[in-house]
């Protein structure tokens, strides 16, 4: 099939969440179809200094956008019916390349990337539509209400009826919709009664992500994320002002390292704090991860499935982590994941690993059992080959390309 894929951001360098689940699913797609991308930017990093290369094959349509335009946009949003989410990412000069394409018989599916892009593929019924949603945003919004006293917030608290009212409308609107996480699935389906809702959860890269049997640096604790993502920055600051230094009485060599993509002020000046370390930017964070003796995931709102979990199972690194995202994982909490539901809990479950050589070994084996018996990327896309095995049909227009 010949799938346009549309997207709110160029996916390379793949250095958040977002872009890595677009990263593996191109690069799915692309093994069997005919892909295009449809992205906002201008710019398509192959870099050696990145980790994650593009797939090749991938027809590029990039479309690029000023923070002007960004600006003009969400002003715009004020006027809207549509969540902010959606009017930053208009594109007229994308919306015409797409109606241009469709005319021309070019397409034979459409493949959103995340509710924001959902509004460019709403005029054409007539061609097959998927919205990966990833996790839903009315429910990212509705665990993080400890914000909402704060003025700087306060757009996201106009936008979160939008962004509700919204996402409710679009699985009506689509032949299929993925949600990465049951929890998130179970949210929208409550909502919605929709009955094309699908998991597809995110993966993990087992070979690029193997396991790593190099002793780690003791008493290393990691967090990693994209930083200026606020559950992420979030996060980092509750663990290093809240629990790290109760992990520090039982463990005084502990130390914090906190790694990742445009760490924001208030990330940025954790590295003020005694045992704390802050590294901005690092092309490839495996190695960062790999040397480390528990990464923490303290996460206190947010939605869907954590990439930082994952990968951190697959490179034998024991997690502690909050209860949520571990949801998105298990059925229950009773796995290899050592769980903290408050700082003290948090600290102790932390100093337990740092200390224990024991209980890190079998945690850091059974993690990497857990990513290889259910978290490779074939075994996680499957039930999107199952849809699209559906979709396929020959074209007339080209009957000798395979990737047609």
């Known amino acids: 099939m010949r799938i346009a894929y549309l997207t709110p951001r160029v996916p390379y360098p793949p250095i958040s969440g977002g872009r890595l689940r677009a990263h593996y699913m191109l690069q799915h797609l692309a093994r069997s179809h005919a892909v295009t991308v449809y992205a906002i930017g201008s710019h398509w990093q192959r870099s050696a200094d990145f980790a994650i290369a593009p797939p090749s094959g991938l027809e590029q349509k990039l479309f690029p956008k000023s923070l002007l335009g960004y600006g003009y946009c969400a002003f715009k949003g004020l006027f809207s019916r549509l969540p902010f989410q959606v009017k930053l ?33 709403l005029p054409y019924a007539g061609v097959p539509r998927i919205l990966d ?3 839903s945003l009315c429910l990212h919004y509705h665990r ?11 757009a996201t608290r106009v936008d979160r009826a939008r962004v509700c009212k919204y996402e409710a409308e679009m699985p009506g609107r689509f032949d299929s919709v993925l949600l990465a996480s ?15 809702l699908v998991l597809v959860p995110n993966g993990v890269d087992l070979e690029h992500c193997s396991l790593n049997d190099v002793p780690p640096e003791p008493n290393r604790i990691i967090f990693f994320g994209k930083l200026d ?13 809240e629990i790290f230094p109760l992990v520090k009485r039982s463990v005084p060599e502990a130390h914090l390292c906190v790694v990742g993509w445009s760490p924001p002020r208030g990330v940025r000046a954790l590295a003020r704090l005694q045992g704390v370390t802050v590294r901005a930017n690092v092309p490839d964070i495996r190695v960062e991860v790999a040397k480390s003796s528990v990464a923490v995931a303290p ?20 997690v ?15 796995g290899p994941i050592l769980i903290g539901s408050n700082p003290e809990e948090f600290a102790d479950q932390t100093a337990r690993l740092l200390q224990d050589a024991g209980l890190r070994e079998r945690a850091r084996r059974a993690g990497r059992l857990l990513v290889e018996s259910r978290y490779s990327w074939d075994d996680a ?15 007339k227009q080209c009957p000798e390309n395979p990737l047609c």
Not at 182 to 196: G, K, S, Y
Not at 231 to 241: H, L
């Open 89 to 121: 990412y208009e594109s007229a000069a994308l919306a015409r390349a797409l109606a241009e394409d469709v005319k021309r018989g070019q397409i034979d599916l459409l493949f959103v990337h995340l509710l924001r892009m959902a509004d460019y593929v």
């Open 133 to 135: 949603m990833v996790d």
């Open 144 to 154: 993080m209400p400890r914000i909402w006293h704060s003025p700087r917030w306060l």
């Open 182 to 196: 049951p929890a998130d699935l179970a949210w929208v389906r409550h909502r919605t009664q929709a009955e094309n």
């Open 229 to 241: 993502y606020l559950p992420n920055a979030d996060a980092a600051i509750y663990f290093a002002r």
């Open 299 to 318: 996460l206190r709102f947010g939605a869907g499935t954590q990439y930082k979990i994952l990968e951190s199972l697959a490179l034998g690194v024991p």
């Open 320 to 334: 502690v982590a909050t209860p949520e995202p571990v949801r998105a994982l298990l059925e229950d909490t009773a």
């Open 381 to 395: 896309l499957a039930p999107l080959d199952r849809i699209l095995d559906q979709r396929a049909k020959p074209t």
